[in-house]
């Protein structure tokens, strides 16, 4: 019956119901889309993230993360179109939805969390990506030197060849003419993930002698401690971080051919997708966790829990590497089109935003921009690369990203989205179970901000007695 409600396609023209060129997405592709974009570098914090809460609360933790996140995700499904979820009409983003359902400060809410939440991720691209670099440069140098060697490399600089390489790839007009490059990524992603595995796997079966906890790490040995808090804390953030696809759904949701309802397809496809990279996850944290122990490091292929083969290493940060480049440009372009598009509808004559020029690339063809373009996205680099040099801890980053996003674009908007659509009767069962799952969530992103935050002035503080020690 879905089918005889779908809203009329003009197959005569290859254009869909909105105008648009007629989408060919499918579930094997959306299943694609959300695999890669679950199984990003959060998977490389996962290992510290399960030494921190431990054998019994780490799982728990990531299987709660994972059925929250496909709980919300078969919620926004039915929000693609509207008012009818089958034969509606179409919306676009994350923040179309909320718009169109909820309205009013609910829209700008939405807008600063979901942009924000993008912002947040370029950051710890920049933050990961250099922080891969510069493990290529020390495991050459352990190679040569022996392991006990200092090999001290700093970062800064890998972060302003990182930020030099993003300011070009961001001359790229939309995200449309990333296809290549996200193809690219996709493979990165599963090879760098793949590596991490197999050498946890190997060292494991090398019987280490290493401590593992049911109940997490202790820090100078008393788990109660506030240190101990802090990271407990910052390790739901990278867990809730690792789940990060829930404003990037509905864009992915966009690509679905019409034959069959979207939503259903979407349904199936987060199923599949969330289900698969739980499982990748669990491999990882758990792997991780039983070949490192409680002294697991914060990114298992950066932090140098294994040193050899040093050449399959530095293999699988290149990898990373190549993969957050990608990765920064798939979360970039929604923020530069988004800027880009207020301004031309704020100032339509001038010049400065909407004159183009034009010049030949060799090997390209002719290459169309503004000046606005070149000159806001320039400037988004440089800042987010600024922002990076100031604050380059991988975990506490990871875990604030997590915890900020988590909340309310995966579990409160959806929920709230939800209730409103169905009028769900205050105080109802369902009204209670909803909200008290949304207020849950809440108190545990809250919990997870102190943390990283906590660790990020334990950061600077040491850093700070580190200088004036010097």
């Known amino acids: 019956m879905d089918e005889l409600r779908r809203a009329p396609t003009d197959s005569t023209n290859g254009m869909d119901d909105d105008g648009h060129p007629k ?11 959300i695999i890669t974009t ?6 490389l914090s996962l290992p510290w993230a399960i030494s921190q809460l431990g054998w019994i609360a780490g799982p728990m933790a990531l299987i709660s993360f994972s059925v929250i996140t496909l709980f919300a995700s078969t919620i926004l499904a039915d929000f693609y179109r509207f008012p009818d979820p089958v034969s509606g009409r179409r919306n676009y983003t994350y923040v179309d939805v909320v718009k169109v359902n909820l309205g009013g400060r609910y829209n700008k809410l939405s807008g600063i969390a979901q942009y924000g939440n993008l912002v947040g991720f370029t950051i710890g691209y920049i933050i990961t990506s250099a922080n891969s670099m510069v493990a290529i440069k020390r495991s050459y140098c352990f190679h040569k030197h022996g392991h006990s060697f200092g090999c001290h490399t700093p970062i800064n600089p890998f972060i302003i060849i990182f930020g030099v390489i993003q300011v070009c790839l961001s001359q790229i007009p939309n995200i449309q003419e990333l296809s290549m490059l996200s193809l690219l990524t996709t493979v990165m992603c599963c090879c760098h993930a793949s590596i991490g595995l197999g050498l946890s796997i190997a060292k494991v079966a090398g019987r ?3 401590k593992t906890s049911l109940t997490g790490a202790f820090i ?38 019409s034959s069959k309802p979207e939503n259903r397809v979407m349904k199936q496809a987060s199923l599949a997708g969330i289900s698969i990279s739980t499982l990748f996850y669990m491999s990882c944290g758990l792997l991780g966790y039983a070949a490192f122990g409680d002294k697991a490091p914060g990114n298992i292929l950066a932090g140098f829990g294994f040193f050899e ?29 988004f800027m880009e598009s207020s301004t031309r509808h704020r100032w339509p004559n001038t010049g400065l935003v909407n004159h183009e020029y034009a010049i030949n690339v060799p090997g390209y063809g002719v290459y169309r921009f ?12 440089m800042i987010t690369t600024v922002i990076a040099m100031m604050f380059p801890f991988f975990n506490d980053i990871v875990g604030l ?32 179970w909803m909200q008290t799952l949304s207020m849950c969530c809440l108190l545990t992103s809250i919990a997870a901000t102190v943390g990283s935050v906590g660790g990020i002035v334990k950061f600077l503080q040491t850093f700070k007695l580190f200088k004036s020690m010097d």
């Open 38 to 43: 679950v199984v990003g570098s959060g998977v």
């Open 309 to 337: 083969p040093f050449w399959l290493i530095d293999l699988a940060n290149i990898f990373v590497v190549i993969h957050l480049t990608g990765a920064y440009q798939i979360c970039g372009q929604p923020l530069f089109g």
């Open 208 to 210: 280490p002698h290493v």
């Open 23 to 33: 989408r060919t997405g499918t579930f094997y592709t959306a299943s694609a889309h």
């Open 220 to 257: 100078d040995g008393d788990k109660s401690n506030t240190n101990n808090l802090w990271t407990t804390f910052t390790a739901l953030g990278n867990l809730a971080f690792a789940y990060g696809f829930s404003d990037v759904l509905i864009e992915i949701q966009d690509t679905l051919g």
């Open 401 to 432: 990203i997590g915890a900020l996003s988590f909340w309310p674009l995966t579990v409160y908007f959806p929920i709230k989205m939800r209730i409103e659509k169905e009028k769900i009767p205050i105080f109802s069962f369902k009204w209670v």
């Open 370 to 381: 503004t000046l606005f373009r070149m000159i806001w996205r320039t400037t988004y680099v």
